[in-house]
C-alpha cells in the first residue's frame, strides 16, 4: 500500500526556519501532484502548499507566501517543505499529501502521510 512518511518537525523559536519531507512508497511519486496542508488544535485542516508532478508549478497559501517553499525531487520520491520566518501562528500537525491534481482542496488528494509537528515557541 502507498506510504507517504513526513518527517523533519520539532521545535523551533520565532524566526526559526525548519525542512519537512515527505517520503512516498509503493506510488510512481513522478505522476502525483504533493500538497502540504496543516491542521493547528482546535481547528481545520488547510492548506499550505502544492507542487505539480512536474515541479513547474507551485501555488502557496497567502499566510505563507514567501516564507514557504516547497520542491521535489522525483529521483528520491521525496517532496520538502522549507519554512523559514516561522511564527507561532504556524504552529500545527504538518501532513503530505500526493493527488491526481494540483488543488488546495484537501479532498482532492488521494494518499496522505501520518503527520509531524511543528511548535513555533514566540
Known amino acids: 500500500q502507498v506510504q507517504l512518511v513526513e518527517s523533519g518537525g520539532g521545535l523551533v523559536q520565532a524566526g526559526g526556519s525548519l525542512r519537512l519531507s515527505c517520503a512516498a512508497s509503493?506510488?510512481?511519486?513522478?505522476?502525483?501532484?504533493m500538497g502540504w496542508f496543516r491542521q493547528a488544535p482546535g481547528k481545520e485542516r488547510e492548506f499550505v502548499a502544492f507542487i505539480t508532478w512536474s515541479g513547474a508549478r507551485t501555488y502557496y497559501a497567502d499566510s505563507v507566501k514567501g516564507r514557504f517553499t516547497i520542491s521535489r525531487e522525483n529521483a528520491k520520491n521525496t517532496v520538502y517543505l522549507q519554512m523559514n520566518s516561522l511564527k507561532p501562528e504556524d504552529t500545527a500537525v504538518y501532513y503530505c499529501?500526493?493527488?491526481?491534481?494540483?488543488?488546495?482542496?484537501?479532498?482532492?488528494?488521494?494518499?496522505w502521510g501520518q503527520g509531524t509537528q511543528v511548535t513555533v515557541s514566540s
Open positions: 509503493r506510488l510512481t511519486f513522478s505522476t502525483y501532484a
Open positions: 499529501s500526493a493527488g491526481n491534481i494540483a488543488t488546495i482542496h484537501a479532498n482532492t488528494y488521494n494518499y
